[in-house]
């Protein structure tokens, strides 16, 4: 199918999902998980009006951005290694993968503006994920004061992939109690207004439980054989 007709049943499913829960489906912003397809299918997903596109690794992410440009709201949700952060910093618009110090430290040394970053946090506590334990979400930001080029906007988690809803749900709530603990701290460099959580198998579950961003590849955009 193309990337406008599945972007069609998503967005219906956003509207239904928010219809049901109250939200206004202006607050869930999709973004096209592009990583696993061609520069043409990432163009198709712009053409569709999808504007927010998600790379994870910087060799793909500067093939997609030396092709498509400002055109996009660069998103770069993969684990970030401290030493590629210059090849992605002047191009990229959220990062979504802040979990350590010694990242933080090479996007102040290395951006010339603020960079708008979600902490990721392992909720789900399996050692194939990255993130930061959900106990030392409060700590790790409150470090990150000292860093005047890093703006942390939100939290974002990768539930486990399981058919088990309420395991699912449980990981996302969590995320969303954290995020309102740190925003209820009103601390300037942290407003923590957004939750990146749900990805193409569970985002109706992410909505309803607060998402603002969610990361869609395969029921989007597909996946290149």
């Known amino acids: 199918m193309s990337v406008k007709e599945n972007l069609a049943m998503i967005q ?30 990432a163009k198709e997903a712009l053409q569709a009006g999808i504007t927010h596109l998600g790379e994870n690794r910087d060799d793909g992410f500067l093939r997609k951005y030396e092709a498509i440009g400002n055109e996009a709201t660069w998103h770069f949700i993969g684990t970030l290694q401290s030493r590629k952060v210059k090849n992605i910093i002047h191009h990229v618009d959220y990062i979504h993968s802040l979990d350590r110090l010694s990242l933080a ?93 749900g990805m193409s198998n569970d985002y109706v579950i992410a909505i309803e439980e607060g998402a603002t961003f969610i990361r869609l590849g395969t029921s989007l955009v597909g996946h290149d054989n």
Do not use: W
Not at 15 to 40: D, F, H, L, M
Not at 133 to 138: G, K, M, N, S
């Open 12 to 41: 219906e499913n956003i509207e239904n999902t928010c219809a049901r829960i109250g939200r206004n489906p202006a607050e869930v912003q999709i973004i096209a998980v592009t990583k696993y397809v061609s520069i043409e299918r």
């Open 105 to 197: 430290k090479e996007i102040e040394k290395r951006a010339n503006k603020v960079v708008k970053c979600f902490v990721q946090v392992n909720v789900s506590g399996e050692q194939s994920k990255h993130g930061i334990a959900p106990e030392d979400v409060l700590p790790f930001i409150e470090q990150l004061a000292q860093f005047s080029r890093i703006q942390i906007i939100g939290l974002m988690t990768m539930a486990p992939y399981t058919d088990d809803e309420a395991t699912i749900r449980r990981c996302f709530r969590t995320l969303r109690e954290l995020k309102e603990k740190v925003q209820s701290l009103h601390m300037a460099h942290a407003p923590c207004r957004e939750l990146s959580m």
